[in-house]
Nanobody, 122 residues
Framework: QVQLVESGGGLVQAGGSLRLSCAASGRTFGRNNMGWFRQAPGKEREFVAAIDWAASSTTYADSVKGRFTISRDSAKNTVYLEMNSLKPEDTAVYYC???????????????WGQGTQVTVAS
């Protein structure tokens, strides 16, 4: 079992930055691949970024590539999403999730946090 709690969301102006954190508990965290997803009002949840269990591989959605960076600190059981050059279309609830696979496929993720709201004002 892995429990996930996101934090760091908020209101920011377009062009600004935020760093989201996802604190994990559970003895198997170190062997889990981690992902960030987001869901805007009226839209389906979509993939944002993923990092493998060893922090050796990352992958990003095209819409955030070059602006967002995913990282993890296994000593702190925490995954981060650094978001720069934010745009109004980045407004959504952001979720972190854990999977046994390194993948962008949402259905492969077994554990989810409760989400944190990110609002980007134009």
């Amino acid at each position: 079992q892995v429990q996930l709690v996101e934090s760091g969301g908020g209101l920011v102006q377009a062009g600004g930055s935020l760093r989201l954190s996802c604190a994990a508990s559970g003895r198997t965290f170190g062997r889990n691949n981690m992902g960030w997803f987001r869901q805007a009002p009226g839209k389906e949840r979509e993939f944002v970024a993923a990092i493998d269990w060893a922090a050796s591989s990352t992958t990003y959605a095209d819409s955030v590539k070059g602006r967002f960076t995913i990282s993890r600190d296994s000593a702190k059981n925490t995954v981060y999403l650094e978001m720069n050059s934010l745009k109004p279309e980045d407004t959504a609830v952001y979720y972190c999730a854990a999977s046994r696979s390194f993948t962008a496929t949402i259905r492969a993720y077994d554990y989810w946090g409760q989400g944190t709201q990110v609002t980007v004002a134009s």
